[in-house]
DNA sequence: CTTCAAAATCGTATAATTACGATATAAACA
DNA sequence: TGTTTATATCGTAATTATACGATTTTGAAG
């Protein structure tokens, strides 16, 4: 929508900005939060956290692993999710220097 | 089976949420940098630096200030922004100890 | 009081997000 | 092989976001 005019920010710029619209809704920082305190998770313990269905969960869990602030890695017939911290690193410093 | 899961958020989470959804997006990502970078502004030379219709400028402001992102003030006929800086000082002191 | 200019708000079309259930996929095991 | 279990993806409905032009509001100046 937004995509064809020229945009003055830089790389990074919209970089943050993917990341921040990532974090911006409830129920993905809620999962950060749970990932951030239990180091790393079964996807499926993120599900019984939620009060959303499977589906709605996985998508989530995609639109922050696509934003670079979780990692999910398959172990076994689950998946185990766990923070980006590269990319939330990242984000910390790039902050103050934005602002 | 049918327990009852809510929003385990807390007030300043979901406040960080709300900044967070303003941040992610790349008009206001670019606004808010016009905003740093000349300290404060008429929003007419907000409107004149973007590529998007007075209203929708306007529309975007109206966000970031309700996020606690910016600040307007009447002046004259003018309404001149600026950067909140006890927001984002906030925002950027909560950012490290949520994750 | 009227006019002008700047900004906000309204009405609305389109696009994106969020949610769900259904289905597909992939790994482990019988 | 087929079955089970966990997760991802598909299709889709409802909601929210984004954009625009038109209109209204506000303050300053004539």
Chains 1, 2 share one sequence.
């Not at 993905?28 to 599900?47: H, P, T």
């Amino acid at each position: 929508m937004n995509e064809v005019k020229e945009s003055k920010l830089t790389e990074q710029e919209l970089r943050l900005a993917r990341m921040f619209k990532a974090l911006g809704n409830p129920v993905r920082l809620e999962i950060l939060r749970k990932l951030s305190d239990c180091n790393s998770c079964i996807c499926g313990d993120i599900v019984d956290a939620l009060p959303l269905a499977q589906s709605t969960v996985s998508q989530h869990l995609k639109v922050l692993k696509e934003a670079g602030l979780i990692r999910g890695e398959i172990e076994g017939p689950a998946t185990c999710y766990c923070i980006d911290q590269e990319g939330l690193d990242w984000l910390k410093s790039k902050l103050p220097q934005f602002f």
